[in-house]
């Protein structure tokens, strides 16, 4: 048989894009957020680190030059949403007043940790 039977999966990329196979947990998902508002100089690309580093997330947080923060991550969805209401949360410190939101094919992160782009 060529393709999966009735009531079978096809395991692969799968249809979205931004995702592709993980472990029996879920998919790994990647995904971009620009974060606006108050978010340079009150410790927020600190902060994406450690929760980043602390979920098991891969990809990088970096400070954009209109005053955005940037972030790019791979993991799988649960993760992900975790992450993201951290980051729509920010530091003390921080206003988040708008978070963009974009999945992105998961070959865009790089790296097998999480880090700070300068």
Known sequence: M???GPGE???GKGDGEGEAPAGPEGRLVGRR???K????GVGFRW????HAQALGVRGWVRNMEDGAVEVVALAEAATI???DA??????PGAHVVEVVR?????ELVEGKSFRIRH
């Open 2 to 4: 060529t393709g999966p």
């Open 9 to 11: 999966r096809r395991e």
């Open 33 to 35: 957020w620009v974060l």
């Open 37 to 40: 508002g108050r978010v340079q």
């Open 47 to 50: 902060f994406v680190l450690n």
């Open 81 to 83: 949403d975790r992450l």
């Open 86 to 91: 951290r980051l729509a949360a920010g530091p």
């Open 102 to 106: 974009d999945d992105i094919p998961h």
